[in-house]
């Protein structure tokens, strides 16, 4: 059964850092990417940041260019996303996902996610 459990997300005041960390079980991590959504009340979902299954290949969505890392061990089957310069406007639940079969970037869907982590980020 694919798995994930996001977690990292927190309060935090405008210009703070967060880490968030995205355990994946059920399935052989290496041969994946994985990506970073988010979702804020009332708007519509945002791809953050994508990572090919090799690491090669990496993409931010614009909003978060220069100010998130995504990043992942292969070897401990999870996936990061270091957040900084964190703005209000980055409030949302973090989700990490696959999609059915993609090695690189972009994902063609969110096939499978975890139940998110919240980051709030206000004075």
């Known amino acids: 059964q694919v798995q994930f459990v996001e977690s990292g997300g927190d309060l935090v005041q405008p210009g703070g850092s967060l880490r968030l960390s995205c355990v994946t079980s059920?399935?052989?991590?290496?041969?994946?990417?994985i990506g970073w959504f988010r979702q804020a009340p009332g708007k519509e979902r945002e791809g953050v940041a994508c990572?090919?299954?090799?690491?090669?290949?990496?993409e931010y969505g614009d909003s978060v260019k220069g100010r998130f890392t995504i990043s992942r061990d292969n070897a401990k089957s999870t996936v990061y996303l270091q957040m900084n310069s964190l703005k209000s406007e980055d409030t949302a639940v973090y989700y990490c996902?696959?999609?059915?079969?993609?090695?690189?970037?972009?994902?063609?869907?969110?096939?499978?996610w975890g139940q998110g982590t919240q980051v709030t980020v206000s004075s």
């Open positions: 996902a696959r999609d059915q079969n993609s090695m690189a970037c972009p994902l063609e869907e969110y096939a499978y």
């Open positions: 059920g399935f052989t991590l290496d041969w994946f990417a």
């Open positions: 990572i090919s299954a090799t690491g090669g290949i990496i």
